[in-house]
């Protein structure tokens, strides 16, 4: 294999790293969106989430709880307690964002 060949390699690995990256930047701020309003009823009305400047306090605090993404996603998907079920007014890609961004910004 030529040094160009491995070079060329290299490169199109690191554009396609730093397409995944934005495209995670993309969903994070995408989930953040949902949390503060575009969700109906919005997340942030009823849980606290430092990242958000979310005070909520009828449901937990994201921050104390520390859900990862899959539990975040399938409160969102079915609801629980009180909270209601987004399966019907949030798509799949709106969910996945979600839950990423909630996981990702309670990580410690």
């Known amino acids: 294999m030529s040094r160009f060949s491995l070079w060329a390699g290299a490169a199109a690995l690191a554009c396609f790293s730093l397409g995944a990256q934005a495209s995670d930047a993309d969903k994070l701020a995408l ?5 503060l309003k575009g969700a109906v009823p919005a997340c942030a009305v009823c849980h ?5 400047g979310a ?3 009828v449901g937990p605090s994201l921050d104390e709880l520390r859900p990862d993404a899959e539990r975040v996603a399938k409160a969102v998907r ?4 009180v909270m209601p079920a987004y399966d019907k ?3 799949a890609a709106q969910i996945e964002a ?6 990702t910004v309670t990580k410690r």
């Open 55 to 57: 005070e909520g306090a």
């Open 78 to 81: 079915n609801g629980i307690g």
């Open 98 to 103: 979600l839950a990423l961004y909630v996981a």
């Open 89 to 91: 007014t949030l798509s």
């Open 48 to 52: 606290a989430l430092n990242d958000a």
């Open 31 to 35: 989930g953040k969106q949902l949390f």
